[in-house]
Structures are given as C-alpha cells and as structure tokens.
C-alpha cells in the first residue's frame, strides 16, 4: 500500500526519493509525488498512475534541493487522480506532508476549517491534515506538527517539510510504519526498508505515539507530549542484493525460487534431531505454560490464513489442542470466546495487515497469551505478541506471496512439535518429523529443476477463463492457495474446494473447458481422491493432477500429472503448493500479465 520516504542531508534529494518509491512499488500503488525544498521554495511534482509516468515528468525539470519528501499512494478515499496524490501542502503552500493512514475526524476538521476559510482542492484527509499543520505553524514546524496530531483521530505515519526550515523532516507514527535511516552527513526516512538500505543499514523503528526530527547531522524522537524518547539502533540483516531480481524475470519467480533456501534460515537453529524437539526461545514458553493451553485460535488473512488452516491440521493431529482458524476481518468484531488458557497465533508476512493486528489487539485485550509468525523484522505485529517466530525467508517483494506460505507451514509444523511433544508424540516420531523437515529444502529443490514441465503446461491452460482446484484434508488448504495464486496474478476466476464438496454445487460447472487441477499426493486420502477424479472425469473436466512418483491410477485419469516427491502427510502442502505457484506464474506470464504488480492489489494491506 502507500509509500513514504524523506531525504535530508548535503546530496541532491529528487533522485533518492524516485529511487525509494521504485524500491517501494511493490505495495502496490496508482499514483506518486515528491516535494522539494528549492532554495526557500516548495517544489511539488506529482501524477496519476504508475511512478514512471512522474519520472517522465521529471525529465529535465528534476527539482534541485537537498530536503524532500516523497510517496506513492494507494487510493482508498478518493479516487486515483493527480490532485488527491500526495504530497499536499497547507494554506500557505510552504508546508507539504504525506501520510500512510487514514485520518478518521478529518470530515469534522475540514469543516471547521472550511468555516475559516480554508479552501480544499482534494478529497483526501491528508490535506486536511496539511491544512491542520499550517494552522497552528507558528514557526516551529515541530510543535505544529505535535498540535496537530492531538486533534487527530486514526491511523497514521507521516513525513512533513517546511520551505521555512530547510534541513528539517518531522516524521510520526500512530499505526503506519516509520523508520528512521541513520546516515553519515544524512538522514533518510520511509515506511519499508527496502526504500532505506541502498542508503544505509542502520534503522529506528518509531513506536505509536512518537515523532521524530530529522537533519543531516542527527535525529531526536520525541512523544507528541514532548518527553524525549531514546531508541535503540537496529542493522538491517539483508543487502541490497537481497531486493534485486538477480537475473529473474520478476521478483515472483524468484522468490518460488528462493525457497530452498528461504525454507532452510525458518528452520535454521530451530530443529533437534536427537531428540526430536524444536528450539524456539522466541516463543517464550515454558514446558508449563505450553501445557497450560487449552485451545489455539490462529487468526490471519489471505495467503497467510491459507497456512493457518494447515497448521490446524497439524496442531489437533499431533498436538491434539483444539484449534480454530479465523479470518482476522471476521474474529475483531465478532465476540469471540477467548480467554487466558487460550493462546492466539497471527500469522502475518509482512506483520502489518490492520485486520491482523486489530484481532491480535482484540485477542490481547481478552487476556490471551499470542505469539506472532511474521516475517518482517520490527514490524507492529512482531512487536505486539508475547512471543513468537520470525519466518527469516528474506524480503517477499513479488505482491503474490510464495516464499512466505511455505515457511509460515514449517514455523507452524515446529509451533506444533513444540505442544507435540510435551503431550502424546514420542521421540520416535518426533525424530522422524525433525528428519522430514530437514530434507524438504533438496526435496523443493528437485520440483524447481523440473519447472518447465510446468511452463509447457501453462501454454495449453492460459487461455481458460475459470479452473477449479481440489485437495483433501490438510491438501485441501493447499488448493485454496493455488487457486487464490492464479486468480491474483492471471485473473482466471479460480475456486478452491475440498475435493469431496465438488459434488454438494461445483461439480455443476465442470464441462470440456474447464481445468481443474486435483492435489493429490500418496496420503491417507488418497483412494477417496482418485474416486473424486473419476467424478471429475466422467462430466470431460481437463484434470491436472500433482502426484508422487509411480501413481498409475491417477496418471491415466489426468490430462497432465506433475509430480513432487513423498514426504510425512502432514508436510506435504510445502511440497504441493510449489508447482500451483509455479503453475499460476507462467499462466500469468503467457497471458502478459503484470505478475509483481497485479491490478488493485496492495503487498501490505494496512487499511480495513
Ligand atoms: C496473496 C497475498 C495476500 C496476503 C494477505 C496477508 O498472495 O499475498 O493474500 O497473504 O494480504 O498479508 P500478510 O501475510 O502480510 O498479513
């Protein structure tokens, strides 16, 4: 979603921001603009649509100035246009600000405003927020950012300049991530790390509640009732490589490619095989209090929600907890029965999603101990839970999550070898879960040497307009993310099922053009499945079928089997899911779709 990133310090500013928000575009955005401080004067540039469109612009009329802000904005209120990008000035038109967030009392300030004579060119609440500032700017762009901010009602980070204070950025954060970039001579701020790194490796993440003032010499945090806060220097772990395409086509491509590797750091230090156990400190629990849980409530949305519901599976067969999956959206305003013998999971890539971290909230309020499993380091999820496991595959910069899926399945399998083995599980098949873990990183490895089996198969699916994907039991969780997969990136409308339930409606569709691609690997339910095709069969449905080796019965049923090699039921979604997701990304690409960028998606959904 929406970007934000600031420059102070001795270099030109305009070309480190373009660069920022292109570091950025993968959130997801419709339209950009940066604001430069040009000798005395604010220099505003902004447009519609994508950022390239703004660089066009730029062209031989780069505003020149060391002090800048800039953003790109995904439209939630107001439409996507010129006027509503941001920045937005005040009054005065020395003031610019941009904001990630939504301001929920801006109808009723602007209407007081208004009744003072403001005049507003857009319908957003950030300029209302400008207009805020500039009405209390006594000179002190610091205070009048504070004064402002107690009037305010939401969510919000945001970046403000002055042509008045030349080397000045006043940042703040309630709810909207703000970094701080620490640099030599300079100082950097943005809303994603990957806008700071080129820059430099040291971050302070600002907590809600806080502002921060930046020149090029230093920075202070501060509260908006000016206590001064002292904050601890972090390093970001990954390099700038780490964010580039490395010779990929798309970042998409590379991070399904990546999960060898991505899988292998989730487990890395975690799992012992002599005794058949995880190592997890950051989930901050005694064998006591994990035997004190009576129930798990795992609470996430999208991809995420997709592996919250295999970790159920996993939780009640070998943990024997009740476990119950909920999309957070649903679980923040409903009454949900939650109490301290209950722990709560959210489990989030990017530890930002407001659903998520809204039910996590609600969860902590009703007493429930939760742990978080969230990939981005700092992020508001990560630092809300009691305890938890960051996932440590890397950047996800591609807006279709891959990389992220299966190492969230495998920090759920060690949360579950976790409650396992202080109930039922012996050593034994704690071992034998340990050393299956271990070999799926060379076991994905085999699916992606055989990816092209999947591009060729793309080409004579790419022209569907509708596909069905069917699993059973903890495969069934699997089918719903490959079809979420196709349907994000190549827009085929595509629908999960549970195979069996094909028969209760779907099974009304299936006709000669429709695909329908059936997870099914040797496992318990494997007999039922192979009748499930046959079902599929006998109405002309095009079957695609994921399979272990030497699967006859299945082979003559499908039009095309795509093979993964065996491991425990319970781990094999890591295994089934590669080729869904390599499958939906050469659909995608033989269709000409923008498969990082897909239309009206955001990577990090901060907003309801
Ligand atoms: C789908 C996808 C989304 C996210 C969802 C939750 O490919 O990426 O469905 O999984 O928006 O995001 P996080 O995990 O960041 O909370």
């Not at 904005?73 to 996507?80: E, L, M, S, V």
């Not at 090029?216 to 009732?225: A, M, S």
């Not at 700038?240 to 230090?269: C, D, V, W, Y």
């Not at 339930?501 to 690997?521: Q, R, S, T, W, Y």
Request: with cysteine; proline share 4%; aromatic share 6%.
């Amino acid at each position: 979603m929406c970007g934000i990133v600031g420059y102070v310090g001795p270099r030109q500013a305009a070309p480190i921001l373009m660069e920022g928000l292109r570091r950025m575009e993968y959130r997801g955005y419709d339209s950009a603009g940066i604001a430069i401080l040009d000798d005395g004067e604010l220099v505003i540039r902004k447009a519609a649509g994508k950022l390239g469109i703004l660089a066009q612009e730029l062209v031989g009329a780069e505003p020149q100035g060391t002090t800048g802000i800039g953003h790109t904005r995904w439209a939630t209120h107001g439409a996507p246009t010129t006027p509503n990008a941001h920045p937005h000035t005040d009054r005065s038109g020395r003031i610019a600000l941009i904001h990630n967030g939504i301001i929920e009392n801006a109808t009723a300030i602007r209407k007081t405003l208004l009744a003072r004579g403001h005049e507003f060119i857009s319908e957003t609440d950030t300029e209302v927020l400008a207009h805020l500032v500039g009405a209390f700017y006594e000179g002190n762009l610091e205070e009048a950012v504070a004064s402002a901010l107690r009037d305010v009602d939401g969510a919000y980070g945001i970046c403000v300049i002055s042509a008045d204070e030349p080397d000045v950025l006043v940042v703040a954060r309630n709810g909207s991530p703000i970094i701080l970039g620490i640099g030599d001579g300079e100082n950097l701020v943005a809303s994603d790390q990957s806008a700071l790194v080129e820059h430099t490796r040291s971050v302070v993440y600002l907590d809600n509640g806080e502002m921060a003032i930046l020149t090029p010499d230093g920075y202070r945090v501060r509260t908006l009732t000016s206590r001064h806060v002292d904050k601890p220097i972090n390093q970001i772990e990954w390099d700038l490589a780490t964010i580039e395409r490395g010779g990929f086509e798309h970042f998409m491509l590379k991070e399904i490619f990546e999960q060898p590797e991505s899988l292998e750091n989730t487990m890395r230090g975690h799992l012992l095989e002599e005794s058949g156990n995880v190592r997890v400190y950051g989930l901050k629990m005694d064998d006591e209090q994990a035997k004190a849980v009576k129930r798990i409530i795992i609470t996430a949305c999208g991809t995420s929600w997709h592996s919250a519901l295999i970790g159920k599976y996993m939780i009640e067969e070998l943990a024997r907890i009740p476990t119950e999956v909920e999309y957070a959206s649903e679980f923040r305003y409903r009454n949900p029965i939650v109490d301290k013998d209950t722990l709560v999971i959210a489990i989030s890539q990017s530890g930002e999603t407001a659903d998520t971290l809204a039910a996590l909230l609600e969860a902590k309020r009703r007493g429930a101990s939760t742990l978080g499993l969230v990939n981005v380091v700092g992020s508001t999820i990560a630092r809300e839970v009691d305890g938890g496991l960051y996932l440590r595959c890397g950047p996800e910069i591609g807006v279709a999550s891959t990389k992220a899926f299966t190492s969230q399945v495998a920090a759920l399998a060690m949360v579950t070898l976790r409650f396992a083995r202080l109930k039922d599980m012996s050593l034994l098949e704690g071992q034998e879960y340990v050393r299956a873990m271990m070999k799926l990183p060379s076991q994905i490895q085999e699916i992606l040497e055989r990816a092209d089996e999947l591009e060729s198969l793309a080409e004579s699916f790419k022209d569907s307009t509708n596909a069905l994907y069917l699993g059973r039991g903890v495969n069934f969780p699997a089918a719903l993310e490959g079809a979420l997969k196709l349907k994000e990136i190549s827009y085929i409308h595509a629908e999960g099922y549970p195979a069996a339930e094909m028969k209760h409606g779907p099974i009304a569709l299936i006709d000669e053009n429709m695909p329908v691609v059936v997870v099914a690997p040797r496992d318990a339910v494997h007999g039922k499945i192979v009748s499930n095709i046959q079902e599929v069969r006998a109405r002309g449905g095009r079957v695609i079928a994921i399979v272990n080796a030497g699967d006859e019965e299945i082979s003559q049923l499908a039009e095309a089997t795509f093979i993964v090699p065996e491991t425990l039921d319970l781990l094999t979604p890591i295994l089934t899911v590669i080729p869904l997701q390599l499958f939906s990304y050469y659909v995608a690409v033989a269709r000409g779709c923008n498969v990082d960028q897909p239309r009206n998606l955001a990577k990090s959904v901060t907003v309801e």
